[in-house]
């Protein structure tokens, strides 16, 4: 069964937090590096992308308890897995290697999860599992400027970006990822140069996967950080053949659903939603439940909006689990063609 086969026939559940489920562990700068970089000239503590390299059985692990709570689809462990990201810890050239492992990483750990349950993947039926490539926004924004006193000087331009993704993508196509999912997106032109490298490494390697999109709108102004309406971002990125868009991060579900609405009614493929688990507290931290969560998603799922749900910031599988729970209930959004007008 493929994915658009399997979102057909229900709401897809998305896994949670990476960095959420990492900070459990509490690790050192000796974790981070092993071995092989213990002589590394950078601090790397913070960069989780390398674990997947490093403490891979840490992620595969995190893989396994969403896949156990009941995601149809988890990421790979790959957020900011690119050299312009990595250069914060002078990681950039392991940038294809990182994506690769981490996309291996999380096949593994579904055939674990196919092998423990006796689970055919080739068989009829709604057990498939699928990787999605997670693809972040960068460090970087090609929009705006980070200095106030230059509002016209630009820290990246659009060729440095897509030649970044484009390692990026190669990485994770050869790991065997199911599907691309660009996320997180608060600046459409990042998303524009990583939608024009996924197609042109198609084009190279003449094939493709699913295209997924997911955007950040990043306050009550209702826009992205470089000032998007959702209506505009739609279109914005609406050239690339989607699978699915929608929004994360940022908010939690009772703030973000409105957005997600708006994509819904004008959107002609598949929709998302996987906000954080609530708006944070004075000290960063997210104290909505899985029960609490769970009841604000099932709004989403009786207003028929969206075909993908999952959670982002502060999200832990016992809140996918939640999720899963109640969309057995639902049916998915049925695509149609709308009009943006």
């Known amino acids: 069964m493929t994915l658009q086969e399997l979102a057909s026939e229900k709401i897809l559940v998305l896994d949670g937090a990476m960095g959420t489920m990492i900070q459990r562990y509490t690790l050192t ?36 308890e969403y896949l156990e709570a009941g995601a149809d689809i988890i990421e790979t462990n790959t957020f900011n897995a690119q050299p312009i990201s990595l250069a914060d810890y002078a990681m950039e050239e392991i940038a294809y290697e990182i994506n690769l492992e981490a996309a291996k990483c999380a096949r593994q ?35 705006l400027s980070p200095d106030v ?41 990042n998303a524009k140069a990583a939608l024009f490298a996924i197609m042109n490494v198609f084009e190279e390697r003449k094939t493709s996967v699913p295209i997924m999109v997911s955007g950040t709108i990043t306050d009550a102004s209702g826009r992205t950080l470089s000032g998007q309406t959702a209506e505009a971002f739609l279109i914005s990125v609406s050239h690339a053949p989607l699978f699915s868009i929608g929004f994360n991060c940022a908010l939690g579900a009772e703030q973000l659903m409105p957005y997600v609405e708006v994509l819904s009614e004008n ?6 939603a996987y906000p954080n688990a609530g708006l944070p507290n004075a000290m960063g931290h997210y104290d909505q439940t899985p029960e609490e969560m769970a009841a604000l998603v099932s709004e989403y799922l009786k207003k028929n909006i969206v075909n993908i749900v999952g959670g982002c910031c502060g999200t832990t599988p016992e809140h996918i689990k939640a999720i899963a729970k109640i969309t057995a209930n639902y049916e998915p959004r049925k695509l149609t063609v709308a009009e943006i007008v």
């Not at 006796?118 to 970087?140: E, H, L, M, Q, Y």
């Not at 970044?164 to 691309?180: C, F, K, P, R, S």
């Open 267 to 272: 959107s002609t493929c598949h929709i998302s």
């Open 109 to 143: 750990a579904v055939q674990s999860f196919y092998l423990k349950h006796s689970i055919d993947p080739s068989a009829p039926g709604r057990n498939k599992k699928f990787v999605a490539g997670a693809i972040g926004p960068t460090n970087r924004t090609a929009s």
């Open 29 to 64: 700068e000796e974790d981070f590096r092993g071995e092989r970089f213990r002589l590394h000239s950078s601090p790397v503590k913070g960069n989780n992308d390398l674990l997947s390299i490093t403490r891979p059985d840490i992620i595969g692990t995190i893989h396994l």
């Open 149 to 189: 006193n230059d509002p016209g000087f630009r820290a990246i331009t659009f060729d440095e970006l897509a030649a970044a993704y484009t390692i990026q993508v190669n990485g994770l196509l050869d790991g065997g990822v199911d599907a691309l999912l660009v996320e997180t997106i608060f600046d459409t032109l």
